[in-house]
């Protein structure tokens, strides 16, 4: 049977470090049949996860890299070839979108992701390569913020559009108690993660219902940039989305505004999803909400709006550079 064709080819998603292998681990990637490759250079962080389809370890002594970025980016190099053989035989399809995530402070993520962006870049010039990157708590202190912002920096200089997701905003947005074990604070701030994630992902290589597209060329003029924002808000019913829901969309932002300061105007997407169809009057609503609140700022407003077949309506904004009230 022919494949369907579908709107976008996400055929990997790799991620680096040890939280970054654990959110990739909850990333549901099937409605996509996205590829999980996972880098690390400790083997034993490896073999602790769960649900990915490749496990690379890089290094020679693949025993972490002990809060080292030098050695963290020095392991990921001598391992980089094995990633790109693994990455080109199972991107039997051009990748048009290549998703990497990144748990930043420690050694590993932070060592290895400009150079992870740097390579992804070279050997795919016409893909678009987006970095989720995490920042840590406050309460890790100043020395693993400042490992993670320098690491960021470099992202930076490679070009790579960046998604800054902080987990202390997480926190703070979330209502976690900073009582709760760590682990199962990760839990919940990665399933708010991987729900993002999923369905970008899903609406981005849908096959059915889809109302307003966008086509190549708008996702390379949209999403290449320095620093994109992602939020998802879910009503319970499709009628309960109004000019509002833009306001509801970026108080759940989880972008590590600190970062956000020292970088140019970030675009944003926000995800709005409710089941039922939409109205033309609500996108009237949306895009007049839009005109009024960011027309200064705004230089692009492109809808990809979806109507799944297997639930609700899966309404994306993808909108221009803009300053954000947050
Ligand atoms: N949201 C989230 N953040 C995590 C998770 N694990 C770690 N982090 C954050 O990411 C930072 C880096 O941690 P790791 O991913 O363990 O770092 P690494 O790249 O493996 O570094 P080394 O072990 O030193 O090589 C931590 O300081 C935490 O702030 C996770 O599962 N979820
Ligand atoms: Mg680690």
Request: net charge positive; proline share 4%; with cysteine.
């Amino acid at each position: 049977m022919k494949k369907k064709e579908t709107l976008f080819n996400i055929p990997v998603v790799v991620a680096v470090g040890s939280g970054g292998g654990r959110i990739l681990s909850s990333l549901n990637t099937k409605s996509f049949n996205g590829y999980k490759i996972a880098v690390n250079n400790s083997v034993r962080d490896l073999a602790l996860l769960r649900n990915v389809d490749s496990k690379i370890c890089v290094g020679n002594d693949q025993g972490g890299s002990g809060m080292n970025v030098e050695k963290g980016r020095r392991d990921f190099l001598q391992g980089a070839s094995q990633v790109l053989r693994v990455m080109k035989t199972e991107c039997r399809t051009k990748p048009d979108i290549i998703p990497v995530i990144a748990t930043l402070g420690h050694g590993f993520a932070s060592g290895s992701i400009p150079e992870m962006l740097r390579i992804l870049k070279r050997t795919y010039p016409d893909s678009v390569t987006l970095a989720w990157c995490i920042t840590p708590f406050d309460l890790q202190g100043k020395e693993i913020r400042g490992r993670a912002y320098e690491s960021l920096r470099k992202c930076r200089e490679v070009g790579a559009t960046i998604t800054p997701i902080s987990n202390q905003v997480a926190i703070n947005k979330l209502g976690l108690s900073q009582r709760m074990p760590l682990g199962q604070l990760y839990q919940t701030i990665n399933r708010e993660i991987t729900d993002i994630l999923s369905d970008l992902f899903e609406a981005f290589t849908t096959t059915e219902g889809i109302i307003e597209s966008l086509d190549r060329n708008d996702l390379k003029q949209i999403w290449v940039g320095e620093s994109a924002l992602i939020s998802r808000v879910t009503y319970p019913d499709a009628s309960s989305i109004n000019g509002g829901s833009l306001k509801d969309a970026e108080q759940r932002l989880l972008v590590d505004v600190n970062y956000l300061e020292g970088a140019e105007q970030p675009t944003a997407t926000y995800i709005i999803d409710g089941p039922g169809e939409i109205t033309v009057d609500q996108m009237t609503e949306l895009s007049s909400s839009l005109i009024a609140d960011y027309k200064a700022d705004m230089t692009y407003f492109k809808p990809l709006i979806i109507q799944r077949k297997r639930q609700n309506t899966s309404f994306i904004l993808i909108r221009g550079k803009m300053r954000l009230g947050i």
